[in-house]
């Protein structure tokens, strides 16, 4: 019997690929969150002039249109997911995600070259629906290069790079922004997504036709995965599926606080005068290293730690559940970031939260591929990322008007309870964890068929 030692480990490299097209993914969505902090671009969005006093109305009004393009940003993304997972789970990973970074990669290059919030608006936008093929693809990748049991820890590793992205965005974005303006920020990370483009085309294919692969370990990705019939499932069939519910609940109620994080963080330490020390382009490197650092820890050791409960014998449902659970528990502190006079306490409880999201994270992409056979994975994660964006686009609308009233304070009382609302929510639909089996699915397309003859 073939074991993971004995098998080979290239599919690990294949989670290297999908690690680095994520963490290009994160610096091209990351960089304006670090951009909209820089003086310059506030007043030109806000047709100001260089020399003009960018007052707090003025302040307070670009907060609020900040909030209206992120929402725009999540908007097309929202649309894009739903496109990208049927897509690609007709087309193919290959094609279907160069598509997707194509589309984000021209996006990130315009944006260099926009003149005001209607043309900022509309680059985000288009940059939405070219990354929304990301987490689909990847997630399909995995489900195609993986057996079941190391799902969770291969999701853990390419989602991992959604930090390191942010990181990379907060030490390199504001050097650009500051040495050649912040037109040089858009640029440089739209091209570097070209050079994705290239390495992906060149490098990637499925296992059954990989020239790299070892029929050892091509035997060993296949003897932990379901047999799946060919057949093409409608959204509107796996609607109709509870857990296709639980997966979207859990996307729709989380995905929206690190969206939120993404967001709003750097305004968050640049704004905060209650802190003993306030962060601008100069200064955000070393928390943001540190934050996310904590954060790729947590994506790693989550997605392990699930991994290993079933190890131990434990079932997938309380194995995921479980860890979800202590995720969902370590992100119930980040209410005081809101409240301490300490940036490095402040610093802490963001690190944390973070992490726990991670963690939380990457089991909610194992639920698309421990529920549903492979064939359909790419358009179930499509469904439930369109209800995270969703989530996203409501809150981001509710942001910038939130912030500018009451502060900060409110929005991490949201954050604080999310996740465990979520798991309650989960649990109620889906008490246990069982799988769509491969022949209701061929058995639903069956008779969909002949309702439209």
């Not at 490299?13 to 999908?18: K, S």
């Amino acid at each position: 019997m073939l074991t993971p030692t004995t098998s080979g480990r290239f599919r690990w490299r294949i989670v290297a690929l999908l690690f680095l097209a994520t963490t290009i993914n994160y610096i091209d969505r990351q960089v304006l969150s670090f951009t909209m902090t820089d003086e310059l671009f506030r007043k030109e969005m806000l047709d100001m002039a260089p020399n003009a006093v960018l007052t707090k109305e003025a302040t307070d009004r670009f907060k609020v249109l900040y909030g209206d393009v992120d929402a725009a940003f999540k908007f097309a993304y929202a649309i894009g997911l739903l496109i990208a997972g049927w897509l690609i789970d007709r087309i193919g990973t290959r094609r279907g995600f160069a598509l997707g970074i194509l589309i984000w990669s021209i996006a990130g290059v315009l944006s260099a070259f926009i003149k005001n919030i209607t043309g900022l608006r509309w680059a985000r936008a288009v940059l939405g629906l070219g990354e929304s093929a990301n987490f689909p693809s990847s997630i399909k990748t995995v489900a195609e290069w993986f057996p079941r049991n190391e799902r969770s820890f291969a999701n853990g590793l390419f989602n991992a790079g959604t930090n390191v992205g942010i990181i990379l965005t907060a030490l390199f974005a504001p050097y650009l922004i500051l040495q050649f303006g912040w037109r040089s920020s858009f640029l440089v990370t739209g091209l570097l997504s070209f050079g994705l483009l290239i390495l992906w085309w060149l490098t990637y294919s499925k296992p059954e036709r990989h020239p790299n692969l070892s029929s050892d370990e091509r035997a060993y990705i296949r003897s932990g995965q379901e047999k799946i019939p060919p057949v093409n499932v409608s959204w509107a069939q796996l609607l109709g599926y509870k857990q296709t519910w639980a997966f979207a609940v859990g996307k729709f109620l989380a995905d929206p606080i690190w969206w939120f994080y993404m967001s709003w963080l750097p305004d968050f330490f640049n704004s905060n005068d209650a802190f003993d020390q306030t962060l601008d382009l100069k200064t955000f490197g070393v928390p943001f290293l540190i934050i996310y650092i904590v954060s790729d820890a947590g994506s790693i050791f989550f997605g392990w730690l699930s991994t290993q409960f079933m190890n131990w014998g434990w079932s997938a449902n309380r194995a995921r559940k479980t860890t979800m659970l202590i995720c969902a528990l370590c992100v119930v502190p980040i209410l005081f970031a809101a409240q301490t006079s300490s940036l490095t306490v402040a610093i802490a409880l963001l690190s944390l939260a973070t992490a726990a999201h991670q963690g939380w994270s990457a089991n909610m992409y194992t639920f698309a591929s421990d529920l549903f056979p492979r064939n359909v994975v790419a358009s179930v994660t499509g469904i439930g990322g369109m209800f995270g964006a969703v989530g996203g686009i409501l809150l981001a609308l509710l942001s910038g008007r939130i912030i500018t009233s009451f502060g900060y304070l409110h929005m991490f009382a949201i954050a604080s309870c999310s996740y465990l609302v979520a798991l309650i929510i989960i649990h109620l639909i889906l008490p246990k964890l069982e799988p769509v089996k491969a022949e209701e699915l061929e058995q639903s397309s069956h008779w969909s068929v002949i309702g439209r003859s």
